[in-house]
């Protein structure tokens, strides 16, 4: 995984609340344990229309989304199901962070278990975000827990510290286990677990 420390990078706004995993990445898609390709399934119903073709009113169509690494998006985003395909197809497409107002507890576990930073703005932080032209950038800093506007406007948003460790090193759970196989070797050979 690709550490994640200090993200600057254009917003692709898609202001609706409550969107679900299922419009993220559609059931039918979920038959597939590989992460490749799923970046051209999300939000594939919204993006498509009915002979597969793409429809040019959806904001990732647009060449304004093309590059953005920030997805802002209205609140409750990743309700519903629990499928961690949604994170998924998120960073296949591109994307390293969410911003949201709230997000939903198993969307945002899933989000940071794949590097997938969900980041909770308050309110009057998300009304200026979308006011933002297409062009402006916002900084994300990790280590500082801050999203910065063009203006210098600035917001904290909360991680918990064990998440934040791991996208700061880009290691998974599996990851973060590995680096301490020394100390577990040395714990089994004191206790005689070996």
């Not at 590059?67 to 994170?87: K, M, Q, T, W, Y």
């Not at 308050?122 to 979308?130: E, G």
């Amino acid at each position: 995984m690709k550490p994640f420390t200090v993200l600057e990078s254009r917003l692709v706004p898609l202001p609706i609340d409550n969107i679900d995993t299922d419009q993220i990445i559609p059931a039918r898609f979920l038959k597939t344990i590989s992460k490749e390709g799923l970046g051209d399934q999300l939000f594939f119903d919204w993006r498509y229309d009915a002979s597969g073709a793409p429809k040019p009113d959806f904001i990732l169509n647009q060449p304004r989304a093309k590059g953005c690494e920030i997805l802002l998006v209205g609140d409750n985003f990743g309700c519903g199901s629990s499928r961690e395909h949604a994170p998924w197809a998120l960073t296949q497409f591109g994307f390293r962070a969410v911003v949201s107002t709230s997000f939903a507890d198993i969307f945002r576990g899933n989000a940071l278990k794949n590097s997938l930073l969900p980041v909770i703005v308050p309110r009057d932080v998300h009304a200026k975000l979308f006011s933002l032209p297409e062009d402006a950038k916002v900084r994300i800093d990790l280590a500082g827990q801050t999203l910065t506007l063009p203006d210098g406007t600035s917001a904290q948003f909360p991680i918990d510290e064990f998440s934040k460790h791991c996208l700061l090193n880009g290691v998974d759970e599996l990851g973060y286990i590995l680096a301490q196989s020394d100390a577990i070797a040395a714990f089994e050979e004191r206790t005689g677990r070996v």
